[in-house]
C-alpha cells in the first residue's frame, strides 16, 4: 500500500485532486477536485443519497445554509470547550502544534485519559519542531470559523451540517407528513479550524459531510442504532470494498462527544493507521432539547397513537466524503507489475469514466468510425474519447483512473461493424456489433 504522500501525488498526476491555491503558495488543509476526482466525488455522493435518501420512504432531505448565527452554535455546544483542540505553542517562534496529534506520534501510542489531563507536563520532554525551542503553557483553540456579516454582525461557518437538519426538524415533518420513526438527510460543506491539517484529505479545514438524523421514539434507540450500523457497513461493502479493510470501534465513556449516549466508528485500515471514516450516533434528544431551550419555540413532536407529545431521539449516521474518497481510492489501488501501470479497480457506479472511445489508429478512416460510436454512447455514459499514442498506452491512462470499459474501433469494424469490449480488471476483450454496444453496456454499468 502506498503512503499518503504517494497517494497525494498520484491524484494530482492523474487529474484528482489538487492542492488548492497552489499558485500562490497553497493554503494547508484546502484541496481543488480536478476532473476525474469532482466525478468520482460526485459518483459517491449520488451513491449515498440514493441508498439513504431516494430508494426510502422514510428519509427526505434538505440542503441548508453554510452560514448561520451565533445562537445555532452556542445552543448546540460548538463554541464551548468541547469543541475545541488543545494546543501547545512554541516560546520562542510561536508556531503551535496540535497537543495530541503531536505528542502520540511522539510517543508512538494513543493518550490515555490520564495523559491528556497532563499535555504541559508531557510537551516538556519534547521540543519545537521548527526551532527546536522550548514549549510555553498550553491553550484551547476552538475550531469554528467566525465571520462577520455587514459592517459588525458575527456568525459561523457551519463546522457541521447536522445542525440545519435540527433547526428545520418541526418545518420538514410538516410539510413532508412524516411520522416517527423518519430521517432528515443532507450533504454539504463544513469548515473546521484544524491547527494542523494533515494526511491529504484525511483531515481538512475545509471538508464535505454527508449526514442523516433518524427521529425516533424514547427507549428505541438501541434498535435502532444496531439497524443503522448494519445497513451503513452494507453501502461499503456493496461498493467494493474489502471487509478485511473495515472495522467497528465503539467509543469509550470518556471520549464519547458532548451529545453522544452512544457511539461506534466504522474505521479503515489506512497506511497510516485505523481511522475513522464514518460515526454512528445516538444523540439521545440532546440536540433538539437545547435548541428548544435556546430558542424558546417549541420542538415537540405529537404521536396520534398514544395523544403525547415529547422530543423524539435522535440516531445519526455522518460520513466524511473527503475520507471516502480516500477509502475508496485506497480499496481499487493496484500497482499492476505485469501491466506496467497503476489499475483502480472502482466499482463501476463510482468509476469517474465509464467508457472510453479508441479508434485503433488516427488513420483508415477509424476515427471517422468511432467519433459517432462516441456520440451515441455519451448520451448514456460519462466518456472519453482517445485518439492519441499506442492503444495499450491508451488503455493504460484509462486503467490507471478506474474506466471500467474500452471500446476499440478497430480495421475489421469497418467490414462488419463489430467492436472490440476491453474490460478493465481481466483485460479480456469481446467484439460486440455496434448496433448491441449500448445495451450491454447497460448492463455492464447500471
Known amino acids: 500500500m502506498i503512503n499518503i504522500d504517494e497517494m497525494a501525488s498520484f491524484c494530482k498526476k492523474k487529474g484528482l485532486v489538487y492542492p488548492s491555491s497552489e499558485l500562490y503558495g497553497g493554503l494547508a488543509g484546502f484541496f481543488d477536485y480536478g476532473p476525474y476526482g469532482v466525478e468520482l466525488k460526485r459518483n459517491i455522493l449520488n451513491e449515498w443519497w440514493k441508498f439513504m435518501v431516494s430508494s426510502r420512504q422514510d428519509v427526505v432531505g434538505i440542503d441548508g445554509s453554510v452560514i448561520s448565527p451565533t445562537a445555532v452554535w452556542k445552543a448546540s455546544g460548538h463554541l464551548s470547550s468541547g469543541f475545541s483542540d488543545v494546543i501547545i505553542p512554541c516560546s520562542k517562534c510561536k508556531n503551535s502544534v496540535r497537543a495530541d496529534v503531536f505528542l502520540e506520534e511522539k510517543m508512538k501510542k494513543a493518550l490515555t485519559t490520564r495523559e491528556t489531563s497532563k499535555i504541559d507536563e508531557l510537551a516538556k520532554k519534547y521540543k519545537c519542531p521548527a526551532c527546536g525551542s522550548a514549549f510555553g503553557k498550553s491553550s484551547l483553540l476552538?475550531?469554528?470559523?467566525?465571520?462577520?456579516?455587514?459592517?459588525?454582525?458575527?456568525?459561523?461557518?457551519?463546522?457541521?451540517?447536522?445542525?440545519?437538519?435540527?433547526?428545520?426538524?418541526?418545518?420538514?415533518?410538516?410539510?413532508?407528513?412524516?411520522?416517527?420513526?423518519?430521517?432528515?438527510a443532507q450533504m454539504g460543506k463544513a469548515f473546521r479550524n484544524e491547527i494542523s491539517p494533515r494526511n491529504f484529505l484525511f483531515r481538512m479545514r475545509e471538508f464535505e459531510q454527508m449526514e442523516m438524523e433518524f427521529f425516533i421514539k424514547p427507549r428505541e434507540n438501541k434498535k435502532w442504532f444496531g439497524y443503522w450500523k448494519k445497513e451503513r457497513i452494507e453501502?461499503?461493502?456493496?461498493?467494493?470494498?474489502?471487509?478485511k479493510n473495515l472495522r467497528f470501534r465503539a467509543h469509550r465513556n470518556d471520549e464519547l462527544a458532548h451529545y453522544a449516549k452512544l457511539a461506534e466508528d466504522i474505521e479503515y485500515k489506512f497506511p497510516f493507521g485505523w481511522k475513522e471514516v464514518e460515526g454512528i450516533h445516538d444523540r439521545g434528544d440532546w440536540d433538539l432539547s437545547n435548541h428548544a431551550k435556546h430558542s424558546g419555540k417549541s420542538l415537540d413532536y405529537f404521536d396520534e397513537e398514544s395523544g403525547k407529545k415529547f422530543i423524539p431521539n435522535i440516531i445519526e449516521t455522518s460520513v466524511g466524503v473527503d475520507r471516502l474518497f480516500l477509502v475508496f481510492l485506497y480499496d481499487a489501488y493496484d500497482d499492476d507489475k505485469k501491466r506496467g501501470n497503476v489499475v483502480l479497480h472502482l466499482h463501476p457506479k463510482l468509476a469517474p469514466i465509464k467508457v472510453a472511445v479508441f479508434p485503433l489508429m488516427k488513420k483508415d478512416g477509424l476515427p471517422a468510425k468511432a467519433k459517432p460510436v462516441f456520440d451515441e454512447l455519451k448520451?448514456?455514459?460519462?466518456?472519453?474519447?482517445?485518439?492519441?499514442?499506442?492503444?495499450?498506452?491508451?488503455?493504460?491512462r484509462m486503467d490507471e483512473i478506474g474506466t471500467p470499459y474500452c471500446i476499440t474501433v478497430d480495421h475489421q469494424t469497418l467490414e462488419d461493424n463489430t467492436v472490440t469490449v476491453r474490460e478493465r480488471d481481466s483485460t479480456k476483450q469481446e467484439r460486440v456489433k455496434i448496433s448491441e454496444l449500448k445495451d450491454k453496456l447497460k448492463g455492464l454499468l447500471l
Do not use: H
Open 142 to 184: 476552538n475550531l469554528m470559523f467566525p465571520i462577520t456579516i455587514g459592517s459588525s454582525e458575527t456568525a459561523y461557518l457551519r463546522g457541521e451540517t447536522t445542525q440545519m437538519i435540527y433547526l428545520d426538524f418541526k418545518l420538514v415533518q410538516n410539510n413532508s407528513r412524516l411520522k416517527l420513526p423518519f430521517g432528515i
Open 235 to 243: 453501502w461499503f461493502l456493496n461498493l467494493g470494498v474489502d471487509k
Open 379 to 396: 448520451k448514456d455514459f460519462n466518456c472519453f474519447y482517445d485518439e492519441s499514442g499506442s492503444i495499450g498506452r491508451r488503455y493504460a
